[in-house]
């Protein structure tokens, strides 16, 4: 009988776990293999291989990203931003990059461009004493080019192209919202922090515009979602741009343009790759997409950057004064919302409290109130197809980080 | 057992499994959308206060003046910003005219005062005020209404602007309040120095004593009629006590060959705290009324600048018993004291804030120094600023604002009057006729 049970058991247990587990590490690894290549090509055969074939591929790979990246979102995997450069994934990850690039920012344009460019012209061999740099630091450009979303890169002209590519991933669902609201989200910022004079006293009101584009470094952790999407390999030749940066400087933006344009041929070397790996991306990305949705009873929840463009907008409205009595009470006010993303004033009540004197609670409750309502005055965006999810919300101002500050 | 546990493992992996395999779907939600905000903003509040309309022939220009010794107060808390009359999208022409929301909606008001003045014209002056709450549509509290005499105008501003900004922050006004002081003339090698009392704001100032002799940190009673204070009449610092509305003062009994100073009122009125010196060796002691002084600490060293809780239960003082310069903190009837202070440098002068939450205390270190606040147990310390000499603070009756001296360097450096939040913003000079010091912040006027 023991012995039975047991061997039954940890047979089971072994089956399912061959189940579970099985299945995950077989669809992932597949991607890793065709990035290895990318890697290998020299300078030489770099330029040599762009310069004959790009155009067609070009044109054949600009396609195909843009429809995926509105997609993504929803499978943010633990922060790989800080993965090793060296590995040939690194410039794996890059690839994805670029097709998301290209739906938020006017990039679609560029490219369109860009494939005719390349065989109209001798552009390519002018650009190419450029990228003879490029491919030689492949492998640690991406060492610069992952930490750059953290801190704050001061020089506009050369990372111009990195940025966007940063800004593209993070407004993924509600690209419309981020750029809009990060702007007003910057200057808070500014202010938020309490520089007294015994502190350097900084010029912080001077910084706001700063911010604004730092503002953007902010998210950095959505690009975590990348290392997964490695599929798109072949593309990852993206990289070299910020090494060509450097050089390009004096030209700085109409410069990076014209690398992303030529970087795209050098997949043509390996389009059976990367159409493959294209196509698997794709695949992956619908099958991650169509999960979640199916899920949800009342309509799909609402993702991250949705709740998050909420919590941005009235928090911008929220003001705190830190030397008060209330900048010590947590309140959580509820309320409700029409379906046009107006708050029903009626609605608002204090649903709960934690510190402070009556008093106080009252002045906390007041400031929270005043910020739904005052930032409503334009009707709050949300996604009209998941009311039922926002129909009622709650929201908790605890202003404990910024009395410490 | 083996069995059993066996299967409690098969059961516990299944169950595993299943959470494993439950998608994200299980994320949706029943209850109302849950969303935590932890990042506001920092920014004066957007008030309209259209300037107070005259009823009565001669009220225009008092309608004028007060209007903007209100605006001065509120946009002098660094918590509100006055908007531009010129943005208005509809003049307000009638006190007990309806309130248009939307317009004032349009600006970004969140507050609007609407007031208005009128004179009998035999000297009095009537001053009625609304505050409504522009997002929620609503009057916030009645209307109230101030009389009093021509003469008397500023006051009634303040007491608008105290009222104003209690309804909307929560917390009490400062604003009808004064602040006792030194003024001093003279190069720095021959100061002279008169105690000087004046509105918070630097207005009304007038002197108290003449500059015959060497008069220091003054200290209002908790009601604001009396002032204690050190002089040097005599040759040797003495405490005086001094009426403020008839200028007479006494010294306080306390035999006459001790040196005494850094006097301060316990919260009762009556009771003083203060320190003397004997035989190189000062203390602090307790006045009682009708009684002899009790000496409250008796560490070999210097214990003096004693300050009262506002609940009369404890005092902090200075104390360099342990070699340097630091806060204690001791039962109002002495007893074993409490080290507060532990950073690096000296402390010393320290207050109690009339909330009882925090100690304000002025800090050397590094060859600056700096005006700061602690919890009452020591913890939190911040500093709020730093300069060449920043001394002597004095809490404003909400505990929210501190007033100092600040002193220049150099041969001709002046000392004057600077007034901070305590959240380190805010910090601007305290306009006054002359140079000063040692400002002591009285209660608010009844």
């Known amino acids: 009988m023991r012995t039975g049970t047991t061997i039954s058991g940890v047979g089971h247990a072994a089956l399912i776990l061959f189940v579970l587990f099985g299945d995950l590490f077989s669809g992932r690894t597949p991607p890793p293999p065709p990035a290895a290549d990318v890697q290998l090509i020299s300078e030489e055969e770099f330029a040599a291989l762009t310069r004959p074939e790009a155009a067609p591929e070009a044109s054949d790979v600009a396609p195909p990203p843009p429809p995926e990246t509105p997609q993504e979102e929803t499978p943010p995997p633990p922060p790989s931003a800080e993965r090793p450069p ?118 912080a009101e001077d910084a706001p515009e700063e911010e604004t584009q730092d503002a953007g470094l902010g998210r950095s952790p959505r690009p975590r979602s990348r290392p997964e999407r490695r599929i798109a390999a072949p593309e990852a030749e993206p990289e070299p741009e910020p090494e060509p940066t450097p050089e390009p400087e004096p030209a700085p933006e109409p410069a990076a343009q014209t690398q992303r344009a030529e970087t795209p041929p050098e997949p043509a070397e390996q389009t059976p790759d990367l ?88 002045t906390a409750y007041e400031a929270g109130r005043r910020a739904i309502l005052r930032c409503n005055a334009t009707p709050y965006d949300m996604p009209a197809d998941k009311y039922e999810q926002w129909k009622q919300v709650e929201i908790t101002f605890n202003p404990d980080d910024m009395r410490t500050r | 057992m083996t069995l059993r546990s066996a299967s409690i493992a098969l059961a516990a992996l299944i169950a595993g499994a299943a959470g494993l395999a439950m998608p994200l779907a299980a994320t949706a939600q029943d209850g109302p959308l849950r969303i935590e905000i932890t990042e506001g903003v920092i920014e004066p509040l957007p008030i309209a206060l259209p300037t107070f309309i005259p009823e009565g022939g001669a009220a225009g220009d008092y309608a004028e003046r007060i209007t903007n010794v209100i605006a001065a107060d509120l946009e002098g808390t660094g918590l509100f910003r006055r908007i531009s009359q010129s943005a208005f999208i509809a003049p307000v022409t009638a006190f007990d005219a309806n309130v248009d929301y939307g317009n004032w909606k349009a600006i970004n008001a969140q507050a609007l005062v609407t007031g208005a003045v009128s004179t009998d014209g035999a000297g009095n002056l009537s001053v009625k005020f609304r505050l409504f709450d522009i997002f929620s549509e609503a009057p916030l509290g009645e209307g109230l209404q101030f009389g009093g005499t021509t003469a008397n105008w500023r006051r009634m501003a303040h007491k608008v602007a105290d009222a104003v900004y209690s309804r909307i922050t929560g917390e009490t006004g400062y604003f009808d309040s004064r602040v006792v002081y030194v003024g001093e003339t003279g190069p720095k090698n021959d100061r002279r120095k008169r105690l000087a009392v004046m509105d918070y704001d630097g207005a009304n100032a007038q002197y108290l004593t003449d500059a015959s002799s060497i008069v220091l940190a003054p200290r209002f009673s908790p009601q604001g009629e009396r002032v204690l204070y050190t002089s040097y009449t005599t040759g040797f610092p003495q405490i005086y006590e001094l009426n403020v509305a008839t200028g007479s003062r006494n010294p306080l009994p306390v035999p006459a060959e001790s040196m005494t100073f850094a006097p301060r009122y316990a919260p009762d009125g009556r009771t003083v705290i203060f320190s003397a010196a004997q035989g190189g060796n000062t203390d602090i002691y307790r006045l009682r009324p009708g009684g002899q002084p009790e000496r409250l600490t008796s560490a070999p060293g210097i214990e003096t600048a004693p300050s009262f809780s506002p609940d009369g239960s404890q005092i902090v003082f200075e104390s360099d ?66 300069s060449f000499l920043d001394e002597g603070p004095t809490w404003a009756p909400n505990g929210r604002v501190i007033m100092f001296t600040r002193e220049s360097a150099g041969a001709d450096g002046q000392s004057g009057l600077f007034s901070v939040d305590i959240s380190g913003r805010n910090l601007k000079r305290v306009q006054t006729e002359t140079a000063a010091s040692d400002p002591a912040w009285s209660p608010l006027l009844d």
């Open chain 2, 321 to 386: 018993r342990s070699g340097s310069q630091q806060l204690y903190v001791m039962p109002a009837g002495g007893g074993e004291p409490r080290r507060i202070s532990f950073g690096p440098g000296r402390y010393g002068t320290p207050v109690w804030s009339p909330r009882g939450d925090l100690i304000a205390f002025t800090k050397q270190n590094a060859g600056r120094f700096h005006i700061g606040v602690m919890r009452t147990d020591g913890s939190e310390e911040r500093l709020l600023t730093a």
């Open chain 1, 86 to 203: 060296e590995r040939a994934e690194a410039p794996e990850a890059r690839a994805p990059d670029t097709p998301e690039t290209v739906p938020v920012l006017p990039e679609p344009l560029a490219e369109a461009e860009v494939s005719d460019t390349p065989p109209s012209e001798p552009a390519p061999p002018a650009a190419q004493p450029d990228l003879p740099a490029a491919p030689q630091s492949v492998p640690r450009p991406a060492t610069r080019v992952a930490p750059t979303p953290a801190p704050p890169p001061p020089p506009d002209a050369e990372r111009a192209p990195e940025r966007t590519e940063t800004t593209a991933p993070e407004p993924e669902e509600p690209a419309d919202l981020f750029v809009e609201e990060e702007p007003p989200a910057a200057p808070e910022e500014a202010v938020r922090e309490i520089v007294t004079e015994a502190e350097t006293p900084a010029s």
């Open chain 1, 275 to 362: 159409s493959n790996a294209v196509d698997d991306a794709l695949a992956g990305l619908m099958a991650e997409e169509a999960a979640p949705e199916t899920g949800a009873p009342a309509g799909p929840p609402l993702s991250r950057g949705e709740r998050d463009a909420l919590r941005v907008a009235v928090q911008r409205c929220w003001v705190v004064d830190v030397g008060s009595e209330a900048s010590s009470v947590t309140v959580t006010i509820g309320f409700e919302m029409d379906r046009g993303g107006r708050v029903e004033p009626g609605s608002l009540e204090l649903v709960g409290s934690s510190g402070g004197s009556d008093s106080a609670v009252k």
